[in-house]
C-alpha cells in the first residue's frame, strides 16, 4: 500500500449509516391526491387565521392627535414656528383637549409616534458604541469612530452617549389630565413609565459605569452630552434606578425602528382609578414640545392605545395570512382544472389505443 492510499484512507469516514448516509428516508412521491387537498387545506387554515387577527386587531380601540403643528392645523403651531432652525428649541408648551363618550378599556398604552424618520439608515443604524453603552470604562473614555460626527466635542471631550442615534433622543413629554365632571377641575392621571423598554435591553445591554465615591456624576466626569441634549445623561431622570444608560426612555429610543413610520411606548395607564381604562369625560394632554421634525418634513403625533392577544393595532399580519390563504385555494384550483382536463384526455387515448 502506498503512502498517498494510506492518507486517502484516513480522510475517509467512517463506515456507518448515518456518514455513508444509507439510513431509512422517507421519500414520497407528490401525486394529485396528496398536493391538493394540502393546498386547500394550507389555505383555508390561513384564511381562518387570517380572518382572526384582522377581527382582533379592528377591534382593538385607539386615539391619536397629531401635534406636529404645521400652520393652522393645532394650537402647537406657535411652539413648531418659534423651534425652526434653533438648536436646541426653546422649552414650549401646548395642549389637547379630547372628550371620552364612553369607557375606553384599558390597560392603556400611549405611544409618540415620529414619520418619515428613517432610523433605518445605515450610517444612522451604526452610530452608537454598544461597549459604552455596556458601561466599560475604557469605551466611555474612548468611544468608537462610527460614533462620527458625534464621538468628541467641540472640546474634545468624549461624547457620552455618541453617536447620531443618541444625539437624536426623542424629548417631548405629555401629561394626562382628567376633568372632574362639567366645568370641574382637573387631576392629573398617574402614567406608569416604568417597565416600557424591552427586558433585554433594560438587564443586559445597558449598564451604567461603575459609580465614582458612591456618584453617577463623578463617573461621567470628563465627558460631554450629545450637541443636541440639554443636561448630561446622568441627569436624565431624578430616580438613580432610571438615569444615565439605563433611563427607559433612552433605552427605547436606542432600539432603532425598520420603517420611517414607527412608535414607542411612552407609558401605560394602568393605576388607581384608571386601572380599567380611561372613565368617559373631559380630557388634558399637556406636550412639551421639544422635538423639532419640520426641518426634515417630518410628523409627530401622540395616541393611546388598547391592545389584543395579539399585541397593539396592526392590520397587516392579517391581510397577510388572507392573501396567503387565498393565493392556495386559488393555486389548489387551478391545479384541480389542469388535473382533471389531463385526466380526460388520457383517458380518451387510451380509449383509442
Not at 9 to 21: K, L, S
Not at 158 to 169: F, Q, V
Not at 201 to 210: A, G, I, L, Q
Request: with cysteine; charged share 15%.
Amino acid at each position: 500500500m502506498t503512502w498517498s492510499a494510506t492518507a486517502r484512507g484516513a480522510h475517509q469516514p467512517d463506515n456507518t449509516a448515518f456518514t455513508q448516509q444509507r439510513l431509512p428516508a422517507w421519500q414520497p412521491l407528490l401525486s394529485a391526491s396528496i398536493t391538493l387537498p394540502l393546498f386547500f387545506c394550507v389555505g383555508l387554515a390561513f384564511i381562518g387565521l387570517g380572518l382572526g387577527l384582522y377581527y382582533s386587531s379592528n377591534g382593538i380601540k385607539e386615539l391619536g392627535y397629531d401635534y406636529t403643528g404645521y400652520p393652522g392645523t393645532s394650537n402647537c403651531s406657535l411652539c413648531a414656528t418659534a423651534g425652526r432652525g434653533r438648536s436646541p428649541p426653546p422649552a414650549c408648551s401646548c395642549a389637547w383637549y379630547f372628550t371620552l363618550p364612553e369607557l375606553f378599556q384599558g390597560p392603556v398604552y400611549l405611544y409618540y409616534e415620529l414619520s418619515n424618520f428613517y432610523q433605518n439608515n445605515r450610517r444612522y443604524g451604526v452610530s452608537r458604541d454598544d461597549a459604552q453603552l455596556s458601561g466599560l470604562s475604557s469605551a466611555l473614555r474612548h468611544p468608537v469612530n462610527e460614533c462620527a460626527p458625534y464621538q468628541y466635542s467641540a472640546a474634545r471631550l468624549p461624547i457620552a452617549p455618541c453617536g447620531a442615534i443618541a444625539n437624536s433622543l426623542f424629548n417631548d413629554s405629555f401629561s394626562l389630565w382628567h376633568q372632574r365632571g362639567p366645568g370641574g377641575s382637573y387631576v392629573e392621571v398617574p402614567l406608569d413609565r416604568t417597565g416600557i423598554a424591552w427586558w433585554t435591553d433594560y438587564h443586559v445591554k445597558f449598564r451604567n459605569p461603575p459609580l465614582v465615591n458612591g456618584s453617577l456624576a463623578l463617573a461621567f466626569r470628563g465627558t460631554a452630552p450629545p450637541p443636541n441634549w440639554h443636561r448630561p445623561v446622568y441627569e436624565l431622570s431624578p430616580d438613580p434606578n432610571n438615569t444615565g444608560f439605563i433611563n427607559q426612555d433612552f433605552v427605547v429610543w436606542m432600539r432603532t425602528a425598520a420603517l420611517p413610520t414607527f412608535r414607542k411606548l411612552y407609558a401605560r395607564i394602568r393605576q388607581g382609578n384608571y386601572s380599567a381604562g380611561l372613565p368617559r369625560g373631559a380630557y388634558r394632554v399637556n406636550i412639551t414640545y421639544n422635538y423639532p421634525v419640520l426641518g426634515f418634513g417630518g410628523q409627530k403625533s401622540v395616541i393611546f392605545s388598547s391592545i389584543s392577544w395579539m399585541g397593539g393595532k396592526n392590520p397587516f399580519l392579517g391581510i397577510a395570512y388572507l392573501v396567503v390563504g387565498s393565493l392556495c385555494i386559488l393555486t389548489g384550483f387551478v391545479m384541480l382544472i389542469v388535473y382533471i382536463r389531463y385526466q380526460d384526455q388520457n383517458e380518451e387515448d387510451e380509449d383509442e389505443e
